[in-house]
């Protein structure tokens, strides 16, 4: 697992950005105000993970699905989570220089 340090002067209390990082229940569009309440979707909690998607994702599975029928939900998002992750190591590959 990675660890995180950051440091910021601010007069928000630890709590509160904690929360914040760390809250992927339905409240997180409280505390991310460009987020979408009506496309962010919380698919499944655990005691120690979350699935989330925004609407996009479903849109882009729902596509996806036509080539490949036997597609599951999950399988979608790690696709897209997978592509995702790439794509700044292809951008780099590409473009060497930039």
């Known amino acids: 697992m990675a660890t995180v340090h950051v440091r910021a002067d601010t007069p928000v ?3 509160r950005i904690r929360a ?3 809250d992927f229940t339905d409240r997180r569009p409280d505390y991310w105000p460009n987020l979408d309440r009506n496309r ?3 698919h499944a909690t655990g005691d120690t993970c979350k699935l989330v998607t925004l609407a996009e994702v479903d849109a882009i599975v ?3 699905r ?3 029928p036997g ?3 999950r399988d979608g998002v790690d696709l ?4 995702a992750a790439m794509s700044g190591a292809f951008w780099q590959m590409a473009t ?3």
């Open 13 to 15: 209390p630890p709590g």
């Open 20 to 22: 914040a990082l760390t």
């Open 40 to 42: 962010y979707q919380v």
């Open 62 to 64: 729902t596509v996806v």
């Open 66 to 68: 036509r080539l490949l």
């Open 71 to 73: 597609l599951t939900d």
């Open 80 to 83: 897209i989570a997978a592509a």
């Open 96 to 98: 060497p220089r930039a």
